[in-house]
């Protein structure tokens, strides 16, 4: 900073301390020193739309999401007597969607009551667009809007994500390494799979992408064109998402 006549303004500037939640009480140094200015760590702070907390729970994150979420609702429901099915249902992915997919590829293996809180918004906007009672069930209708489940498209995302790094369409920070190939169809285009010891470590793209590819059956993972292979998984994660969770060892 010197070199370039920099200076820290340290309204400006923040900190963060990352640690796991039950170290929480050791934590005795609250801040740090630079060139003078004392500035103190930050609980949470906000990095390209994205709202990381020091345990990295996300819980911050997915708390602003789906209160900004509920009031748009709450305002889209004042003229859905104006809009027909499928404009409200546009609004709808436009303003509602949007938020809920953004970011979701580090929704992976978090606590199921934040993922339980993005699906109430997600069933809200339904019987938004079918108007539906506030109580009534909307398993089916999800299913007549074609609408994947807030863990669903958690998984669609990575899996679309893991298509790109294999096919060599994505940055060069996303690295996996292929398994070795012992000339069994069955094996073509497997990933290697990588060790983790604690919950923070599943959490990696490294450990998580090479057990949801691997899972896939051969003719899934054979398809080059992203179109086909979107359009696959979709109707994959429709019929049981959780049965293919399993399969890949995530639960």
């Known amino acids: 900073m010197n070199r370039f006549f920099l200076k820290i303004n340290t309204e400006k500037t923040e900190f963060m301390l990352l640690h796991p939640k039950h170290l929480s009480k050791e934590v005795i140094v609250r801040g740090a020193f630079v060139d003078g200015n004392c500035i103190r760590f930050s609980s949470k702070v906000k990095n390209v739309g994205l709202w990381l907390d020091e345990n990295l729970e996300l819980s911050c994150h997915i708390n602003k999401i789906t209160a900004h979420c509920f009031k748009l609702l709450k305002d889209i429901g004042r003229v859905r007597n104006v809009l027909s099915d499928s404009n409200t249902e546009s609004l709808v992915h436009s303003v509602i969607t949007n938020r809920l997919d953004m970011f979701n590829s580090l929704f992976v293996i978090i606590n199921k009551s934040l993922i339980n809180k993005m699906q109430k918004v997600q ?94 059956p051969l003719d899934y993972r054979c398809m080059e064109n992203l179109e086909s292979f979107k359009s696959k998984i979709k109707t994959m994660l429709f019929n049981n998402t959780q049965e293919f969770l399993k399969k890949a060892y995530l639960y």
């Open 123 to 216: 069933n809200a906007a339904a019987r938004l667009v079918k108007k539906m009672p506030k109580r009534h069930s909307v398993a089916n209708t999800l299913h007549q809007l074609h609408w994947l489940p807030i863990e669903s498209r958690v998984t669609f995302k990575i899996l679309l994500i893991t298509h790109k790094v294999v096919y060599g369409k994505s940055p060069a920070n996303l690295i996996v390494s292929f398994k070795g190939h012992n000339c069994r169809p069955q094996d073509f285009l497997l990933l290697k799979p990588t060790k983790a010891l604690t919950n923070y470590g599943k959490r990696r793209f490294s450990w998580v992408a090479p057990r949801l590819w691997n899972a896939l």
